[in-house]
């Protein structure tokens, strides 16, 4: 392939990338996730978050991690539900709990932690209907996105030994695929616009392999399971020897 080809591949790849930061999600989020799932990890965050902001000291041992990682995760829960074919099994609206958990910065105090878990909450109870589209690379941080994979795949390993079929197993696996729909459209890592494309095949291979990673849980598989993990880790560790180590 010639450089000129090169290119245009690259920008039509590109190209294609930006739509899916600006627009819809690079893949149909009901082939990745069921609203079940998203409604029962909004409600385990939710759950979550409100421990941690008990008091201003739990809030503040917490925020810098579990807070502002629970927030991320509600808001592309919301995302996802909001694009969801099947949104209305929900009974609240996606975009609304999303825009609730966007309240919440890396830099907000326990007061706004705390006006964003009552936002969230009551949009959870079907209160509000959310703004217009927001751009799939803002709906979490890069650095609470990948402590939130870092924390279930801790998770996970014990439960490739003897999978029980259950929900909250797969739901592991289903969440970090859907992280990986932020992740490919988050590329402001990527300094040479001529990575772009590899960037996001890699993150597009990690969200195939964690899909397949939930569906082999949920079959109690747990040897398929742990085979597809560790193929979306070597993705992983590949980026990151080349987007971030490298630097």
Request: one cysteine or more; aromatic letters at 6%.
């Amino acid at each position: 392939m010639n450089r000129r080809r090169i290119w245009t591949a690259a920008s039509l790849i590109i190209a294609c990338g930006t739509v899916a930061a600006w627009g819809t999600a690079p893949a149909p989020i009901a082939d990745i996730a069921t609203v079940d799932d998203l409604v029962q990890e909004v409600d385990a965050k939710i759950k979550l978050l409100a421990g941690l902001l008990e008091t201003p000291e739990k809030f503040e041992a917490a925020k810098d991690k579990d807070v502002w990682q629970g927030f991320g995760v509600i808001s592309v829960m919301g995302q996802s539900l909001a694009e969801h074919p099947e949104q209305a099994q929900a009974g609240f609206s996606g975009a609304a709990i999303r825009d609730a958990a966007l309240q919440f910065q890396r830099n907000s105090v326990y007061a706004d932690a705390q006006a964003a878990l009552t936002a969230v909450t009551a949009a959870r109870n079907g209160e509000g209907e959310g703004a217009a589209d927001v751009p799939w690379n803002k709906v979490i941080r890069m650095h609470p996105m990948m402590e939130e994979i870092n924390s279930r795949n801790a998770k996970l390993l014990p439960i490739f030994k003897r999978p029980r079929g259950k929900p909250e197993e797969s739901r592991h696996a289903t969440v970090m695929a859907l992280l990986a729909l932020a992740m490919y459209a988050d590329t402001h890592e990527v300094k040479n616009e001529a990575d772009i494309p590899q960037y996001q095949q890699w993150a597009t291979d990690y969200r195939t392999a964690m899909v397949g990673v939930a569906g082999a849980l949920r079959n109690k598989d747990g040897k398929t399971a742990r085979e597809l993990f560790d193929q979306a880790n070597a993705t992983c560790d590949a980026c990151h020897e080349k987007f971030r180590d490298a630097e």
